[in-house]
């Protein structure tokens, strides 16, 4: 729906858009229906396939075009992402995008202050530096004429809660192997930096100072249920990576190819021989191109990926017309 200015005023997508057009009109006064169609001066429509494809086609105007009467996905989500830095002592930070520079991403992840703490905990329980990127670093190992001893640069430093190779103390290998271990964490198969925390914890209760173990407790609980998240939602993500067929309205059936929530290309249903060469050879240059995982996607993207494992987690019964691509291709293949 448009204004008198042409600016569009609302998205809204329907089954039966006479009906849903219908019960505007007879909104009562002072609603919000009511006021919309008392503002718009045209209407446009145009034929989706199938309510999938027009829910995402939904979502991405709204979000190009804001429009005014619009209330989900209109506000400018940001999303964060957990990053491990490619430098010679690496950090694990939050992120709001991600980008090509050598660095791992893992992510994307709703929550973004949640996030930033946990991360910032997992630091702190590995002795993971995170000060700025500008620091020099001086790995214990490191060849130096003149040694004369470096003091620390931050107060995390002196109470020995970072490895701190700001000043020397750790070897490469010893800073490394923590990363290793926060990568591993990251991935679900590492419980390092929760069972350190147990330690820790039963230790200040022995010495009966309970105020700290109260709160490695509560950071203990946060780390547990980030692990959790991230198992369940990188298990979640690595699991829409197939070829999802969708009936569509007389008869417009189509495929969409997905990897990891991602919708690469849609495709018509193919029906003869030719069409299924031609959709043989969009599957293979689709899922022949290497995986990057998160690294490159734009905010929109990850509000995509988001929004498709909402709709197979709301519609369990449509994992049935999902199919493995090298499976299709075995099955569905030219012949």
Known sequence: ??????????????????????????????????????????????????????????????????????????RKRIYAFV????????????????????????????????????VRELSHVLGLRDCPGTTPIYFGDQLEIFRGGRPPRCIRADLRTCLAPCCGRPSAVDYASAVETAKRFLEGRASGPLRET????????????????????????????????????????????????????????????????????DLSYPKGRTERARAAEAIEAAYGEPDTGPRGLAPDDAAEILLVAQWFRLNPRERRRTMKPERWLDERGPR
């Open 1 to 74: 729906m448009y204004g008198p200015a042409d600016e569009m005023l609302y998205v809204g997508k329907s089954v039966r858009v006479r009906s849903r057009l219908l019960s505007y009109f007879r909104a009562p006064r002072g609603e919000k229906a009511w006021e919309l169609i008392r503002e718009a001066t045209r209407i446009e429509w145009e034929d989706i396939p199938n309510e999938f494809a027009a829910l995402v086609h939904e979502m991405k105007l709204i979000q190009k075009w804001r429009p005014r009467f619009n209330v989900r996905h209109k």
């Open 198 to 265: 147990q330690e820790k914890m039963r230790t200040a209760a022995v010495r009966m100072d309970f105020e700290y173990a109260a709160l490695l407790r509560d950071r203990l609980e946060r780390l547990e249920r980030f692990q959790d998240d991230l198992v369940a939602f990188r298990g979640r993500v690595e699991d829409l990576t197939f070829v999802y067929r969708v009936p569509g309205f007389r008869g417009d059936d189509r495929i969409y190819l997905l990897r990891r929530g991602r919708i690469l290309v």
């Open 83 to 118: 990053k491990v830095t490619a430098e010679p002592a690496p950090r694990v930070v939050p992120v709001t995008r991600v980008a090509d520079d050598g660095a791992l991403y893992y992510g994307p992840f709703p929550r973004v202050a949640a996030l930033a703490r946990t």
